[in-house]
Nanobody, 124 residues
Framework: QVQLVESGGGLVQAGGSLGLSCAGS????????MAWFRQAPGKEREFVAA????????YYADSVKGRFTISRDNAKNTEYLQMNSLKPEDTAVYYC?????????????????WGQGTQVTVSS
């Protein structure tokens, strides 16, 4: 079983930056596709970004492309999301997710493990 714990959420002004971390347990962290999702009040959980097990390939939602950067450090069993040029519409609970497969997915149901989420609030 893999356990994931997010950290780094908080309140920032529009145009500011915030970095999130996701700490994972287990000995085979590098075998998982890792991703970030977010869910705003009254909206469905949506895909933000994903990264392959070895970190060579990354994928982003159009809404965050060019502003957010996903990365991972397998030696530390940690996934990161650096968020720059934040907008009020980025306000949401952000979730770390892991998938037991070699391929990424934008669908929440295809991920096997989830963190509890961390709140990101962007003021206008």
């Amino acid at each position: 079983q893999v356990q994931l714990v997010e950290s780094g959420g908080g309140l920032v002004q529009a145009g500011g930056s915030l970095g999130l971390s996701c700490a994972g347990s287990g000995r085979t962290f590098s075998s998982y596709v890792m991703a970030w999702f977010r869910q705003a009040p009254g909206k469905e959980r949506e895909f933000v970004a994903a990264i392959s097990g070895n970190g060579w390939r990354t994928y982003y939602a159009d809404s965050v492309k060019g502003r957010f950067t996903i990365s991972r450090d397998n030696a530390k069993n940690t996934e990161y999301l650096q968020m720059n040029s934040l907008k009020p519409e980025d306000t949401a609970v952000y979730y770390c997710a892991a998938r037991h497969d070699s391929g990424y997915s934008t669908l929440p149901r295809n991920y096997d493990y989830w963190g509890q989420g961390t709140q990101v609030t962007v003021s206008s």
